[in-house]
């Protein structure tokens, strides 16, 4: 989420962690099949509030009481979603937003985290993880593709249609849906590339297994055990897990590119070339 203040961020900030409690406990009495239908009636209340902006405004109107606020909710949606995604947006638009924006961007990453949890119980959730960060890099790497898939004036259903034929039977089928839904919501979503939300749910998948992500850029593929070691050291750093997700890059000639978050440590040949060449005289 991306705020003019560090008071505006908080606020909304704040409101998540409240709701997503509220969605945590909710969502651990959930069969599968359940978290499955909790997904889709989020995500698809996110896409109802994101086309609607008076509706988008109302909810999350700080002018509005908590019941008024409840009510319009229900007289939207009762009916039409399960008990348990009702309960989760009552609960979310009972909490103070800083705008419209965050609440219904807060409903997509609850509805995201609902298929993550189902690939966490099923022991898949690495698993999901890997693929997510794979596609990302694709999207990164053929330009082509990204653009079809990311191009609004062309029919959401060709667009879907043209992803699962790219990855038919190569993904998890949490990992399927989330790009599916990550096609879908692209129409709306003006902040990010196609290629970055996708990396940004592969956080969240990492961020579910309690790590933080490393994205390292290689000129060749790292062994397994060089992973493992640079994982320790990485972690060693950082206090936390890190999950370290390879991209191979010959230009780089040698060592590599690190970058956890906003930090980067480059300590490629190509970079130390480089630098080596701004110091010399013109």
């Known amino acids: 989420m991306i705020h003019t203040t560090s008071a505006v961020r908080a606020t909304s900030r ?19 099949d359940e978290l499955g239908a909790l997904f889709e009636d989020l995500s698809q209340t996110a896409i109802l509030f994101w086309q609607n902006h008076v509706l988008r405004h109302a909810a999350a109107d700080p002018g509005q009481g908590a019941e008024a606020k409840t009510g319009l909710v229900d007289s939207l949606l009762s009916g039409k979603v399960g008990a348990a995604a009702l309960d989760v947006v009552r609960a979310a638009v009972r909490e103070e937003w800083s705008n419209g924006r965050d609440l219904t961007l807060a409903l997509l990453q609850l509805s995201n985290l609902s298929l993550l949890i189902d690939a966490e119980r099923a022991g898949q959730l690495e698993e999901v993880e890997d693929e997510l960060f794979r596609f990302g890099r694709l999207l990164e790497a053929n330009a082509e593709l990204n653009g079809h898939l990311s191009d609004r004036v062309t029919p959401v259903d060709a667009r879907t249609g043209l992803l699962e034929r790219v990855i038919s039977g190569k993904t ?23 290629d970055r939300t996708v990396t940004l749910l592969a956080e969240l998948a990492a961020s579910r297994r309690g790590e933080s992500v490393a994205r390292v850029v290689a000129a060749v593929a790292p062994t397994d055990a060089q992973i493992s070691r640079l994982q320790a050291v990485l972690g060693k750093i950082y206090g936390r897990p890190i999950s370290v997700q390879i991209d191979v890059d010959p230009d780089v000639l040698g060592g590599l590119r690190v970058a956890v978050g906003d930090e980067v440590i480059d300590g490629t040949i190509a970079a130390k070339l480089a630098a080596a060449a701004n110091e010399l005289p013109n």
């Open 14 to 32: 704040s409101a998540f962690q409240s709701v997503k409690q509220q969605f945590d406990a909710r969502a651990a009495g959930l069969s599968s």
């Open 172 to 194: 998890t089928a949490v990992t399927a849906k989330l790009l599916r839904r990550a096609v879908v919501f692209h129409t709306f979503d003006q902040d990010h590339s196609l």
